[in-house]
């Protein structure tokens, strides 16, 4: 018989064994769970955790989530620190979707975050797309093959320097609409689109096998807080159909005590870390992890205005405090995109100002999807923090220089009008939104044109009701532009009847701010001239869908382009590419304002008073061989357009 002392050292041995055999698991199964000390933040312990090590075989006993105890998050019951970046679906070609994860990766990230854009998913009611550059459910999958956990911001509103803050416009035909309350007829659209939008969310929760660890509800609520009980209902919503997961809420410093709702951990938004601005939050809520949950890493533009940049060290310093602090921080945008089509925001504080169509933020990526001094300046910081090598930076895509791009042909748009549109008749003006079309859904996006007969000439006053910009002509002949700041015009005289035109252009909706439920488009009341009131209009709708410019492609009536001509016109030319195509800029140098379409996308707006110069094409939008441009251009065209292969944003300006 072996004495008793033999068999207790062989059970301590066995024991650890054991513990040397787990330790060896952990290290190549789970290093995620392991602790990394880290000499960057005064030797604290910092976690990892990483979504790619939880391959399906590894999904049981996934129960308990992302939670919150004693000021910090939990992740299956480990520590865990959120790195997040925000990048947005809709603002990305789905192709380079991939591409901007891994370098997401490579920063030292474990976290994605995006918006959900309710007005692209219905943008007719009762019609839902989660389709090609819309897919979300493509997109959540992505992030999780990549290692990604994923917090996600369905809204219903998103701000984002998105039209209405992803609002659909049809909601403003009810003239007694209340956005961002308990209005019935608010509540009942969210119910339907979330019925919509969750079954493809809830799947994907981290219970459930997948990458979201956390919901946000709504955005910023605090910033406008009209209805004491619309975040309990908005809450609600999300979790009668099935969210399981942490709730958020997040709003700036002077928001962040009227944004709360019970059950939603606070997370606060801001650029600049004033002293005592987390501990704040304890005055909001106690013993809860702290979260930035917007660090702006730069800023968008308007119209008119500089590009804006924040110094990169300033960002990365600042990011460096936060950590050290103990918060979890997202980079608010990792990379912003492009506003393409006609879906850029705007501001109304002092006066009206639309953004412009590149989103490039100044962010930790360019617009493109370029690294920047940024990049690699966080990388190295979170790479110390976590202790162990990051993945190294993907390849940039090589950009392409086509040269000039001759736009041979045109047609005037009063050439257009008769063949390719159907006027709406009306005694009275009517706005966008309200007008007969898409199965009741209204006008969303681009311009409207209004014709009615006048009889001599006179004084013409808006009365301050066009939104936005409406050029008048009499006749074909410009006369002049009625905007927010001139409401009046002189019109020449002239002998019999002679047809006055309104070509009123949507520059887009004011997306923050309190005035969300003014932001119908068109005229959005009488227009007087010699004071009275004009009447018996025809109303053309030209929101430039795919079918318009398909049908546009096919017209008789292009010509070639003269010497001189003066829109609003439509021009077209062709691009040959001989190889594979790559991302380009296009410049626009001598052309005014309007639109360019490319292969039938529409790649946002351009306008010569700045700042942004250069329109981003993305590669995958090419061709090899012919592609077709198409510019509608509303008044002094160029003759060429210059393909080139580095952006011009505009002069820039830091932010202060």
């Known amino acids: 018989m072996w004495p008793c002392g033999g068999r207790r050292q062989r059970r301590l041995g066995g024991i650890a064994l054991l513990l040397a055999l787990l330790w060896l698991l952990l290290r190549r199964y789970y290093p995620c769970l392991l602790p990394v000390v880290s000499e960057s933040c005064e030797n604290a312990v910092v ?3 990483n979504w790619s090590e939880l391959v399906p075989l590894r999904l049981w006993g996934r129960t308990l989530g992302l939670q919150t105890e004693n000021s910090q998050f939990l992740l299956e019951g480990m520590p865990f620190r959120i790195f997040g970046g925000s990048m947005h679906y809709f603002r990305v070609p789905r192709e380079y979707w991939e591409d901007r994860m891994l370098k997401m990766k490579a920063c030292g990230l474990n976290t994605l975050t995006t918006y959900v854009p309710w007005n692209l998913h219905e943008q007719e009611r009762g ?13 959540l999958s992505l992030a999780a093959k990549n290692g990604l956990w994923v917090i996600l911001r369905p809204g219903p509103y998103i701000c984002s320097e998105w039209d209405l803050g992803g609002l659909p416009s049809w909601l403003l035909q009810d003239p007694e609409m209340q956005l961002r309350t308990t209005y019935k007829g608010f509540t009942e659209a969210v119910d339907a689109y979330f019925d919509h939008l969750m079954p493809i969310v ?7 096998g997948g990458p979201i660890i956390a919901v946000q509800v709504e955005n910023e609520y605090g910033s406008y807080a009209k209805d004491p009980n619309y975040m309990t209902y908005v809450k609600m919503a999300l979790l009668n159909r099935g969210i399981v997961e942490l709730l958020m809420t997040s709003d700036n410093k002077n928001g962040l005590s009227f944004g709360l709702v019970e059950g939603a951990l606070a997370t606060v938004n801001f650029q600049k870390l004033e002293p005592g601005l987390l501990k704040y939050l304890d005055t909001v809520q106690r013993d809860q992890p702290k979260m930035v949950m917007e660090y702006w890493t730069g ?18 310093n600042t990011v460096a405090s936060v950590l050290k602090l103990g918060a979890s921080i997202n980079l608010y945008m990792f990379h912003g995109g492009t506003n393409f089509g006609f879906m850029n925001g705007a501001l109304e504080a002092d006066e009206y100002k639309s953004d412009v169509t590149s989103y490039d933020y100044d962010a930790v990526l360019t617009e493109a999807g370029d690294y920047t001094s940024k990049f690699f300046k966080l990388r190295q910081l979170f790479s110390m923090i976590i202790g162990q090598p990051l993945p190294l930076p993907p390849m940039i895509e090589s950009k392409a220089s086509y040269g000039a791009i001759l736009l041979h042909q045109y047609i005037s748009l009063w050439d257009v009008l008769p063949s390719l549109l159907q006027p709406i008749k009306s005694e009275f003006p009517v706005n966008m939104e309200n007008l007969r079309l898409n199965d009741s859904s209204g006008q969303s996006y681009g311009y409207v044109l209004y014709e009615t007969v006048i009889f001599g000439g006179g004084h013409l006053h808006s009365r301050d009701h066009v939104r936005d910009r409406a050029q008048v002509f009499v006749n074909t002949m410009y006369v002049g532009e009625l905007d927010y700041n001139t409401v009046e015009l002189s019109l020449p005289e002239g002998q019999g009847f002679r047809q006055l035109r309104l070509l009123v252009e949507n520059r887009g909706r004011v997306n923050y701010g309190l005035a969300l439920n003014d932001q119908r488009k068109g005229l959005i009341g009488d227009v007087f001239l010699n004071k ?51 991302d380009t800029f296009l410049k626009l140098q001598g052309w005014e304002k309007g639109v360019v379409f490319v292969n039938g996308q529409n790649l946002g707006r351009y306008w010569k008073i700045g700042p942004q110069e250069t329109l981003y094409l993305p590669g995958p939008w090419l061709w090899k061989g012919n592609n ?29």
């Open 47 to 49: 976690y990892r955790f």
């Open 127 to 139: 019609k839902f797309d989660f389709s090609h550059n819309l897919d979300l459910e493509a997109f």
């Open 202 to 208: 809830v799947p994907l929760q981290y219970k459930k």
């Open 299 to 316: 800023w968008f533009d308007n119209w008119g205005g500089p590009h804006y940049v924040f110094d990169a060290d300033d960002m990365v």
């Open 532 to 582: 009275t009131p004009l009447r018996n209009f025809k109303i053309y709708s030209l929101e430039m869908k795919p079918g318009f410019m398909k049908s546009l492609k096919h017209l008789a009536g292009w010509s070639a382009v003269p010497d001189y001509f003066v829109g609003p016109a439509f021009f077209r030319g062709r691009l040959w590419i001989e190889h594979q195509p790559q």
């Open 628 to 656: 077709e441009i198409v510019i509608f251009e509303e008044r002094t065209a160029g003759r060429i357009i210059q393909s080139v292969d580095i952006p011009y944003l505009g002069r820039t300006q830091y932010v202060d």
